[in-house]
């Protein structure tokens, strides 16, 4: 079987590694000779990107078949098999392999856990992946340890085992949470998630402080300030390692305008502020990249529709579900570029709902710039020049989002940690 992990390239300057392919560094002297293939450059001569790919660390090559399809596999086969190499004989490329990173995930059985694993196993850069949840992850640990990638599965249950699953991890993501149905706002999730969230946060405040904490939990606009209070409580709050997922209002930002203006969708980037629910969510359209155009209707409609995307997947999903897939593809790629910060990686950028003086509200999701420790910086000049409506909605979701907030900060300060 032919086996490499891809790395689809990410906008936003950040990739989600579905796998592998060639090192960035590798000089074109070094890539094996092959059919043509799509290419660009940099000043230095060196792979920039390769059909849409970003490498990661390492290359491992097997005749036959690719999992991601007979077509992929025979061209992706063909860009990295050595010349002229007999079928039944297998070469393997080990360029810089730093598979050296843990990775939790709390609420791993559940709708999102599930797909956010799987994604998450395939990375390289991770060695081991602990998943948790309060039933059903053993089986859930047993599939996933059968995928040939190299990081280690373990599962844990319950909430004796909660300690455990977090003993010296790097990443820590939390989607653990009942989703929403037809009819419910993210606020109707509230009294059951925040409880869920406060419990979880404990743990990592207890078991591995200095993790970087990834809150999927909705209603975000609530959960990330019941985190940052738990925290402060236990003496632990680090504002620059904890993190309100947003990146799927991203993804979604970036989809959504490259189908209309169609554009090729790995060159859009779009970011969006505020917080992560309804208005609360505003897409900085006139901030595209690259530059594009769009006419008042336009603005309205795509702003619209990608602060209502996750309704219009719940109502699709007629009560069966929320948006599962694409918030672990979203999640999974956050996590990715949480790695590659802490890797050592200068050039990760993400937007995400954090601990902010980009405004008056106490945290803002903005774009950030990823480092070791965290947040290194908050890129301002996205919230500068913008257009009368986007200005006009930016002051209009302040008060629904601070007052989302004060409910997760309210919440947290009437109920003691536990010890």
Same mark, same amino acid.
């Given at each position: 079987?032919?086996?490499?992990?891809?790395?689809?390239?990410?906008?936003?300057?950040?990739?989600?590694?579905?796998?592998?392919?060639?090192?960035?560094?590798?000089?074109?002297?070094?890539?094996?000779?092959?059919?043509?293939?799509?290419?660009?450059?940099?000043?230095?001569?060196?792979?920039?990107?390769?059909?849409?790919?970003?490498?990661?660390?390492?290359?491992?090559?097997?005749?036959?078949?690719?999992?991601?399809?007979?077509?992929?596999?025979?061209?992706?086969?063909?860009?990295?098999?050595?010349?002229?190499?007999?079928?039944?004989?297998?070469?393997?490329?080990?360029?810089?392999?730093?598979?050296?990173?843990?990775?939790?995930?709390?609420?791993?059985?559940?709708?999102?856990?599930q797909p956010l694993a799987l994604l998450v196993k395939m990375s390289p850069l991770i060695s081991a992946l602990h998943i948790y949840d309060?039933?059903?992850?053993?089986?859930?640990?047993?599939?996933?340890?059968?995928?040939?990638?190299?990081?280690? !599965?373990? $599962?844990?249950? /319950?909430?004796?085992? =909660? #300690?455990?699953?977090? %003993?010296?991890?790097?990443? @820590?993501?939390?989607?653990?949470?009942?989703?929403?149905?037809?009819?419910?706002?993210?606020?109707?999730?509230?009294?059951?998630?925040?409880?869920?969230?406060?419990?979880?946060?404990?743990?990592?405040?207890?078991?591995?402080?200095?993790?970087?904490?990834?809150?999927?939990?909705?209603?975000?606009?609530?959960?990330?300030?019941?985190?940052?209070?738990?925290?402060?409580?236990?003496?632990?709050?680090?504002?620059?390692?904890?993190?309100?997922?947003?990146?799927?209002?991203?993804?979604?930002?970036?989809?959504?305008?490259?189908?209309?203006?169609?554009?090729?969708?790995?060159?859009?980037?779009?970011?969006? !502020?505020? $917080?992560?629910? /309804?208005?609360?969510? =505003? #897409?900085?359209?006139? %901030?595209?990249?690259?530059? @594009?155009?769009?006419?008042?209707?336009?603005?309205?409609?795509?702003?619209?529709?990608?602060?209502?995307?996750?309704?219009?997947?719940?109502?699709?999903?007629?009560?069966?579900?929320?948006?599962?897939?694409?918030?672990?593809?979203?999640?999974?790629?956050?996590?990715?570029?949480?790695?590659?910060?802490?890797?050592?990686?200068?050039?990760?950028?993400?937007?995400?709902?954090?601990?902010?003086?980009?405004?008056?509200?106490?945290f803002f999701a903005s774009r950030v710039k990823l480092g070791r420790k965290g947040v290194e910086a908050f890129i301002s000049s996205d919230?500068?020049?913008?257009?009368?409506?986007?200005?006009?909605?930016?002051?209009?979701?302040?008060?629904?989002?601070?007052?989302?907030?004060? %409910?997760?900060?309210?919440?947290?300060?009437?109920?003691?940690?536990?010890?």
């Amino acid at each position: 079987m032919f086996l490499c992990l891809y790395k689809m390239a990410a906008t936003s300057a950040a990739t989600f590694s579905i796998g592998s392919t060639i090192s960035l560094g590798t000089k074109v002297s070094q890539l094996p000779q092959s059919k043509p293939l799509s290419v660009r450059f940099n000043s230095q001569n060196t792979l920039a990107t390769f059909s849409g790919l970003k490498a990661a660390t390492f290359v491992k090559c097997e005749s036959g078949s690719s999992f991601l399809g007979k077509e992929s596999g025979a061209a992706l086969q063909g860009a990295a098999a050595p010349k002229a190499q007999k079928s039944s004989q297998r070469s393997q490329h080990n360029l810089n392999p730093q598979a050296s990173y843990k990775v939790a995930i709390l609420g791993a059985a559940g709708g999102i856990g599930q797909p956010l694993a799987l994604l998450v196993k395939m990375s390289p850069l991770i060695s081991a992946l602990h998943i948790y949840d309060i039933a059903n992850v053993k089986g859930v640990a047993a599939d996933l340890s059968h995928c040939n990638t190299p990081s280690q !599965v373990l $599962g844990f249950t /319950g909430t004796s085992e =909660l #300690p455990n699953s977090l %003993k010296g991890v790097d990443v @820590v993501v939390i989607p653990a949470g009942v989703p929403r149905k037809p009819g419910m706002t993210r606020d109707d999730l509230f009294s059951i998630n925040a409880n869920i969230v406060k419990t979880l946060v404990e743990a990592v405040a207890d078991n591995c402080p200095d993790a970087f904490i990834h809150i999927i939990s909705n209603p975000v606009n609530s959960t990330l300030p019941i985190a940052a209070e738990v925290l402060k409580q236990k003496g632990v709050y680090d504002p620059k390692k904890l993190f309100g997922v947003t990146t799927l209002d991203v993804v979604r930002a970036n989809t959504f305008v490259a189908q209309k203006k169609n554009l090729k969708l790995i060159d859009v980037d779009v970011p969006v !502020v505020g $917080g992560h629910a /309804g208005k609360t969510i =505003l #897409p900085l359209l006139s %901030k595209t990249r690259p530059p @594009v155009s769009f006419n008042d209707e336009e603005v309205q409609e795509l702003t619209v529709r990608i602060q209502n995307a996750g309704t219009e997947v719940v109502e699709a999903k007629e009560g069966a579900g929320s948006a599962t897939l694409s918030m672990a593809y979203a999640a999974a790629r956050f996590v990715e570029s949480s790695l590659r910060a802490l890797d050592g990686d200068a050039d990760v950028y993400e937007c995400s709902f954090v601990q902010s003086d980009l405004t008056e509200l106490p945290f803002f999701a903005s774009r950030v710039k990823l480092g070791r420790k965290g947040v290194e910086a908050f890129i301002s000049s996205d919230l500068q020049g913008l257009t009368e409506y986007e200005q006009k909605a930016l002051e209009a979701l302040k008060p629904e989002l601070k007052a989302s907030i004060e %409910k997760g900060i309210a919440f947290a300060q009437k109920q003691p940690v536990t010890t």
